[in-house]
């Protein structure tokens, strides 16, 4: 069974530019969740969503925003970005069965720069 | 309060020895448990779940978890190179992920 892809790997954009990013999840999971790691901060939950509705959200600006679609892919969205932004944003799937073993996934990752 | 708190480190141990990741966490309603490892500059990949109290065996890897005192810890035995990574502990109270800032563990040849 194929893992979590992230598209792109690599991002470089500059201050004030917008970024999307792309997730598709493990084959027959319906729950996606980001992150953002930086060196400082280690792994930061962003939101969650199941079935293309946002279920959890991290304490994050709203310039940071997702959506999920009916096959399950995951795009985040960040607005306005400040060199602050610049950190891997990890993608994690997992299906979300309610139970104990609920276990997340992650995807490899895309590195943003922003300049 | 942090949600989850691990010591930094480094933690450094010679190779075949013991190595001991400790990890606490603030939410009591929290359930489910887990380690991951990750490798410098990849992601994170899953190790070890816990649910229960008391400890989980998978291989190299014991997983320890005692609820009363909020503390999960993961023992690796005969700690090799390759085990040289970071170690986040996370807890999952409800439907997301709290992590650890991660333990950088470095295993001597």
């Known amino acids: 069974k194929a893992g979590v892809t992230q598209t792109p790997r690599y991002l470089i954009k500059t201050r004030g530019q917008q970024v999307t990013l792309s997730c598709s999840p493990i084959s027959g999971h319906r729950s996606v969740s980001w992150y953002q790691q930086t060196p400082g901060q280690g792994l930061q939950f962003l939101f969650e969503y199941f079935s293309e509705t946002q279920r959890n959200k991290g304490n994050f600006p709203g310039r940071f925003s997702g959506r999920q679609f009916s096959n399950s892919r995951s795009e985040m969205n960040v607005s306005t970005l400040e060199l602050g932004d610049s950190a891997l944003y990890l993608c994690?799937?997992?299906?979300?069965?309610?139970?104990?073993?609920?276990?997340?996934?992650f995807g490899p990752g895309t590195r943003l720069t922003v300049l | 309060q942090k949600e989850v708190e691990q010591n930094s480190g480094p933690l450094s141990v010679p190779e075949g020895a013991i190595a001991s990741l400790n990890c606490t966490y603030s939410?009591?309603?929290?359930?489910?448990f887990f380690w991951y490892r990750q490798y410098s500059g990849k992601s994170p990949e899953l190790i070890m779940s816990i649910y229960s109290n008391g400890d989980k065996e998978d291989g190299r890897f014991t997983a320890q978890l005692n609820k009363a005192s909020q503390y999960v810890s993961l023992l690796i035995r005969d700690s090799q190179p390759s085990d040289s990574a970071t170690y986040l502990c996370?807890?999952?109270?409800?439907?997301?992920?709290?992590f650890g800032t991660g333990t950088r563990l470095t295993v001597i040849p």
């Open positions: 996370a807890v999952n109270p409800q439907n997301n992920l709290f």
């Open positions: 994690a799937s997992s299906f979300s069965s309610g139970g104990l073993a609920d276990t997340q996934y």
């Open positions: 939410d009591r309603v929290s359930q489910s």
